[in-house]
């Protein structure tokens, strides 16, 4: 069978070389004008179905001729020859070359998760799906309705504590805060974060109650991570209490304001119970925590209560 291949490309060969010469003896003997891009063309498209062609009794010869490892792989290279011969040919033919195969480009590793802050352990970084929850109205307007209370008795008495106040906060910003914490945060706490969000300027000219620095989403957010942080280190649970505070702290469950470091027991019901309070012992005079609001150099200062 071998034999019988090879006499027939013997064969194929012989005739294309006969033809080939018996052409050339036809042409004149004038010099021909030069070709036509065209012919050049079709010419090339011929030399093309030629390596084709090759391409197919190669492969017949593989298909057919039962070979060893080393000949299978003589015939793969040559196939793969003629093949980027054929290319080129074809490239030449239409003047464009051949659409680039796309190269797999690998997967990019996931972005990986940031590393804690030193000193927070990494049962502290909490990262949860962030979701903006509406708020109750009759809560929101009871609490700007305390804001507006304190707002104007700041800006009659205090002008440069009332400078201090926070921009609104904003609720993709309450509930990014949730989410890294594990808490939500009840709804008149919230309502207060979006009315001001902490406090600005120097520490010494910043709104307070009694001695507590009056905090924003972020430093809520830090602090609940040390706080956080503490407990896992003493081998406690972590805590269910949101710090807005320098020493107050709200219940995420029951939305009770307590001061933990003092006592268990809650101070007041609730954070807008708290704001009431504060409104009324600015407008009225009555102590808060033991302190009693004085002003001085249009800065708010809570004095102890005589």
């Known amino acids: 069978m071998l034999k019988l291949v090879r006499l027939a490309l013997t064969a194929a060969i012989l005739t294309a070389i006969g033809v080939r010469l018996r052409r050339r003896a036809r042409m004149p003997v004038e010099p021909p004008a030069p070709p036509a891009p065209q012919a050049v063309a079709h010419t090339r498209m011929g030399l093309a179905w030629v390596a084709i062609a090759g391409v197919v009794a190669l492969a017949l010869g593989a298909a057919l001729i039962p070979t060893g490892p080393q000949a299978a792989s003589e015939v793969r290279s040559a196939v793969h020859q003629i093949q980027q011969s054929v290319m080129g040919v074809t490239t030449g033919a239409d003047g464009k070359s051949p659409a680039p195969t796309p190269t797999p480009v690998e997967p990019t590793p996931a972005a990986t998760a940031p590393a804690p802050p030193p000193g927070i352990p990494a049962a502290c970084m909490v990262s949860g799906q962030a979701t903006v929850r509406p708020i109750s109205p009759r809560v929101r307007a009871a609490v700007n309705r305390q ?27 309450v509930a990014l805060a949730e989410a890294q914490t594990g808490l939500e945060f009840p709804d008149d706490l919230r309502a207060s974060l979006l009315r001001h969000n902490g406090m600005s300027g120097p520490p010494a000219a910043r709104f307070s109650f009694g001695e507590e620095r009056v905090l924003g989403v972020r430093e809520i957010r830090d602090q609940w991570r040390e706080t956080c942080a503490a407990r896992v280190g003493r081998g406690d649970p972590i805590g269910r209490l949101i710090r807005v505070g320098t020493l107050i702290e709200v219940d995420a469950d029951s939305g009770h304001v307590v001061a933990s470091m003092v006592g268990p027991e809650p101070i007041w019901p609730s954070y807008h119970a708290m704001l009431r309070d504060m409104a009324d012992a600015l407008e009225k005079g009555r102590p808060m925590f033991g302190a009693r609001a004085t002003v001085k150099g249009g800065l708010l200062r809570w004095s102890d209560a005589l």
């Open 147 to 173: 804001w507006r209370r304190i707002e104007r008795w700041l800006r009659e008495h205090a002008p440069r504590t009332y400078a201090s106040l926070g921009v609104p906060g904003r609720a993709g910003t």
